[in-house]
């Protein structure tokens, strides 16, 4: 197995369970379940058990490397050398099981559907880009940059509300963009973390081939997920684009007065999320959007930058739904922290966010004490006021 | 019968909150240390002291011994199910219950950890603050305080357990006891001046009870701290050293280390003295009082103080220290065990010497690592040797050595703090048998079905 | 081994001794200075012996290049009288052993030794310099800080391996032959040190100022004024090789700095004070450090720009605490070059 050389090397002194400044628990699946065995160094120590034959591959197994949001908090704040390696071991260790077929149900229909159907949600691909609609966003042809919107944003309501919502600012500030519409092909990112290494490897190479086609060298992301992939794998592939998560233009548009707002008064939290955060250093630039918007009176939640506790939807959890909605659930929690700043909306920059935040606020009964909006909905409104 | 027990756990716990199933009953037979894994039956997270209750007395019927846990890191097996039964892991049981922020105690339950305090306190009450060891924050409280433990305070405050005020502590038999003034009244200010009942429970390794919550003191909080270290190259100074600066009673810790890396470490003894303070000018104040009380070393040039960069202060401030756990790496292999004895302050030449030549035969990386305790009342001096968990042959030449360094700190008068099996037995067999019959007599009236974390503290 | 190129007679023919009679840490007047030297001289005990702070600034003063210090520490090491504790004293011989981990590269001119500094890697890549090649490590360090030790044996053993390394390794490629020198001290080593005791040094050395001047001047459109008023930390090293301060005032003077007057700068600049803590002398470097801070506050200085990293770890925290922002020189060059974070384009 990959990375099998490291495995032994864990301590499992659990510095990988907390934040920096240990707060609270900050690995959603140990946080989730309780039991040690479902935190990095449990993986760690189980995943060699299993090499070593003391312990089968098993359905509770699955579980344990499965339920993992791949988040990162591990790498952040694990003090050991091979830190940055923790998720590779364990989609190394994922992909075992794979190649074995021994996956959870919920991840089996996951890549069941993506095959079949290039996308999770099974939908036909030709309405994949029926967001765009009354937009006046047109098809790739040349533009500067490909809008690439990722399969949340095109399928799920509240990630085609947030890629109208960016598509909307984009074209206000005449960024000249296009998108592959019905061509689009699901990115990868989470294939990939749930160890479908052939899959993704056929996405990838699928994805380049077309971009390449198409002449496209600069391409907009709308999901924090499929910036991380076509950011950091892409190239491994041959594809070598200049990747940008949709916060990093709209923040030098501003800067670039290029966009202008009225004021919007409001108490407004934001939430890091994990891919755009942790696994790609971007922290400053959805914070400088905000903090620009007149009237918004910016507070962070205690747990933020590299230090920001998953909603809980990566590693395919949004699709698996291996860690659940319970009183436990990453997201929840989350909602719950962003209501103790006194914020009246927790901005996100990412539709998985978007989609987990809005269900969690539901499920807490506080809908009416706190929104959720992404970054560019908050735009629309301070220039609409 | 074990399958009975198992839904009867379920009855008290709730299904998510039992497990015997292999992943856990592999994960928790064993800890971080070089000790022999055994399989617990089950593991069991309960919520509630009344869960622990009736989970303490559905073993009693059963005659399932049970062994509570906080997060594992005494690396000296003691977590370890030894014959089997029921691992408790404590960590759901982390509320902070109160604050008393004027008589400075803190109420918790047993299973939270100590990050989890220092940030709350950081938080919400950051003129105080409690006593950190060099764990990792993971560490439960309960359990450090229960093997006690020792942290940054204790050279000014003495061992954790000494700050222990009061404990809710379920018997093994079942009932829930109180010992301190919560036993009384309804504060939990003060341990005395009762019999003191806490001594039941506290260094018994969970053979007598479990802790579910107690009491523990909380300090002022200094605004500033700072770091010296005093550099020597004869261990013989060590004790002179260590009785100068506690005199001036201005450090807030005193710690001795010894390494062979870097190699600007090797053959030199460090004494990092942390000072604290609330000004600058306190903390001039102090400097100055502790170089003074080395001076004589200072002018005879056989000891100074090291020049610490500054890239190298954040590490040596953090609490707990990062870089203790990074220990575990040096040998690449994920594992490192101490041994700690607590030992008179004039035995440390020896307990050096002793180390440099286990290490010579065993192991050529290694650390000494020692703390002072209690203003100069005893050491706690630590041997910690590092190894390879996938290398065998390695793991088997550190259990030599740590072996010979139970009982090199036996030999030079010294008491082996949470000691693993080899060093209980070495100390009972030292131990003044009507010292071990009263230990034997307590556990039996205390447990008389002999579930609680059997195989500790047993004559074998 | 190798001996101190020192001449008795220049000595014997001095009317000021300005070495002992300016050591601002001696308070020695004109007899009892000349009494002091004859002693050192003749190889007698002598308080200076005991009481130098090794602050290098006796080799400045002197003005016939008769290396007074070099001889200082000759002695201390002969009769036992070292500065500083031997435990740290024996920590840093060994802190900064040659250690076999050298690495043969051609590079190509520039060639920058960076001593032992990691912290000068960063600025070095920025676009102001456009990431000339450079090299560090300890097998490439020049062991000169051992004169604080009162070991010139140890200087003696490394330099000549140090030298040779730097040639052998870094060196033979290049076009020039050239080697500058980020750290004032490396300099001194290569230019005053190592002819002092007849060790032949290959290869020009180019003081890292003299370099970073030119590189301004090529590129002084570039240039974004400061206006800032400054306060400098001369180092000790550049006792050694003051003929080369002068490239202070040039740089300040291109990029719009001003150098404020004060009194503890240029031939009066004060110990930053590291030396003499490991020394010991915690109350003396109090007192300096005071008086130099106080020096600078009064003076109106708004930055203290550094030359030496090891001012800057001693000194840094102490200088923000009176509002004045510690600087590197590089630092600052890359700052009135306009290459800072913010300016750089996403796209």
Known sequence: ?385 | MMEKSYEALIEIVGPKYVSNQPEEVFFYSRDPGISEPHNPDFVVMPGTTQEVQEIVLLANREKIPIVPMGASLSLAGLCIPLRNGIVLDMKRMNRILEVNETSRYVLIEAGVSHGVLQSYLNKNYPRLMHSIPDAPPMNTIGGNMALFGSGHLSQETGFHTEMVQGLEVVLPTGEICYTGSCSVVPKWFARGPLPDLAGLFLGWLGTTGIITKLSIRLYPKPRKKDVLIFVTENPDFIPDIVYNITETKMAEDINIFAQPKPDWAEGFQQTAIYITGNSEEEMSFKRGLIRRSLHKYIHNKKGGFMFVLPMMKPGMMESPIRELSRFADVEKGGGFEYIGVIIAIEDFPQLYRDAVEIAAKYRPKWSIMCRVIGRGHSIMFSYAWPFNRANPEDMEKARKALFESNASGLRNGGVIWKPDIEGQSMMMKMMDPNTVHLLQKIRKTLDPNDIMNPGNWEIS | MYTLKFDKSICASCETYDCLVKCRYLDLDLDAAKTEKWRLINGEDSIVLSNCVTCYACEEYCPYGNHPFYQIVDLQEEKNIYPAPQPITNQQIKSVSLVGKREREDLKDPVISLCVFPEAKKPIKGKFLNNPTSFMGRDYFCNLMYLHFGKSSVIKDRLPKVIEHIWDDKLSESESKQLICYHDECFGAFSSWAPAYGIDVPFKVIYFYEYLFKQLKKKAHHIKRINAKVAYQRPCSNRLCPEQEHWVDNIFELIGVERVKREFDREQALCCGSILRMQGRDDLAHELQKKNIDDMVASGAEWCIFNCPFCGYTLSELIKERNIKPIMMLDLCNLAWGDNEENREIV
């Open chain 1, 1 to 385: 197995m990959e990375h099998e050389d490291i495995i032994h090397r864990c301590f499992r002194c659990g510095y990988c369970k907390f934040p920096e400044g240990y707060q609270d628990i900050n690995c959603p699946s140990y946080r989730k379940f309780g039991f040690e065995t479902y935190s990095p160094g449990g993986r760690m120590w189980l995943i060699r058990a299993r090499l070593n034959k003391e312990i089968n591959t098993s359905k509770r197994y699955g579980e344990i490397l499965f339920s993992c949001a791949t988040c990162g908090n591990c790498m952040e704040h694990c003090v050991m050398p091979f830190k940055d390696d923790l998720l590779s071991v364990f989609e190394a260790a994922k992909a075992e099981l794979v190649d074995e077929g021994l996956i959870p149900p919920g991840v089996r229909d996951y890549f069941k559907a993506i095959n079949v159907n290039v996308n999770p949600y099974k939908e036909p691909q030709h309405t994949r880009a029926d967001w765009v609609q009354n937009t006046g966003i047109e098809m790739y042809s040349g533009q500067e940059y490909l809008f690439y919107v990722g399969d949340v944003g095109s399928f799920d309501e509240r990630g085609k509300r947030m890629a109208r919502a960016v598509a909307k600012v984009l074209k206000e500030a005449d960024v000249s963009i296009g998108i592959l519409g019905s061509e689009e092909t699901c990115d990868g990112n989470e294939v990939k973390a749930l160890g479908e290494k052939g899959l993704f490897q056929f996405l990838a190479e699928k994805n380049i081939t077309q971009f390449d086609r198409l002449g496209i060298k600069k391409i907009i992301t709308l999901d924090p997920h499929a910036f991380n992939v076509l950011r950091k794998e892409y190239p491994k592939l041959g594809g070598n684009y200049l990747v940008l998560h949709y916060s990093q233009l709209v923040a030098h548009l501003i800067r670039d007065k290029r966009l202008s707002f009225n004021e919007l008064n409001a108490k407004i939290t934001y939430h890091d999320p994990c891919y755009l955060g942790r696994h790609n250093h971007v922290y400053d630039e959805p914070r400088k959007i905000l903090q620009t918007i007149p009237g918004l009176q910016f507070v962070e939640m205690t747990r933020n930058y590299e230090n920001a506790y998953c909603c809980g939807g990566g590693g395919g959890n949004f699709f698996t739904d291996i860690l659940g909605m319970g009183e436990d659930s990453p997201s929840r929690i989350r909602v719950r922290e962003a209501l103790d700043t006194g914020a009246d909306i927790l901005a996100v920059a990412c539709p998985v966010c978007a989609k987990m935040f809005e269900d969690a606020v539901k499920t807490e009964e506080i809908e009416d004490r706190l929104k959720i909006m992404d970054l560019a909905e908050i735009i629309i409104e301070a220039r609409n006021q």
